[in-house]
């Protein structure tokens, strides 16, 4: 099987929001995805891009994805934030997204960066199974906090 990895193009847009589509369905929040293709667009290919992506291709379809941008800490610096990692299920365990984990982490080396971080559902034994074939650390000491943007115009108009 001849799969190609390459940075991704606005093009591809289309195909990455399938995927993402495809992955919240299988974390079980297909009703959380309200990103349009427009959002894509403008975010990425704009002025001042805020994500970039790689995309595993075989046979001119788009069958894996690697979505990310970079995170700043005031404790490490520069880190790579993995924000979603898929690979369309009818072609998982086939080394694709080994190859698709590699070449991300080949941009951390590129972009001189501290390192990558990511997020993981910690029912998600697979991608946990995954990652850990990397030595990758997985945490169970943080928690994470969010605001939407509702939440925000609320508190706002408290403020």
């Given at each position: 099987m001849k799969i190609i990895i390459?940075?991704?193009?606005k093009k591809d847009l289309p195909s990455v929001l399938k995927l993402i589509k495809e992955l919240a369905d299988y974390e079980n929040a297909a009703d959380q995805v309200s990103i349009t293709l427009d959002?894509?667009?403008?975010?990425?290919?704009?002025t001042h891009p805020w994500?970039?992506?790689l995309v595993a291709e075989k046979d001119n379809e788009i069958i894996g994805l690697s979505f990310y941008w970079i995170r700043y800490?005031?404790?490490k610096g520069k880190f790579l934030?993995?924000?979603d990692f898929v690979i369309k299920e009818e072609y998982r365990r086939h080394g694709i997204g080994s190859k698709l984990f590699k070449e991300t982490i080949k941009i951390c080396k590129q972009l001189n960066l501290n390192g990558m971080i990511w997020q993981v559902l910690d029912w998600n034994s697979p991608a946990i199974d995954f990652y850990k074939k990397f030595d990758a650390e997985?945490?169970?000491?943080?928690?994470?906090?969010?605001?939407?943007?509702?939440q925000i115009e609320n508190i706002n108009k408290l403020l």
């Open positions: 390459r940075n991704g193009i959002d894509l667009e403008k975010d990425g290919f704009g994500y970039w992506f800490s005031t404790w934030f993995l924000e997985i945490s169970k000491d943080w928690l994470n906090g969010k605001l939407t943007k509702l």
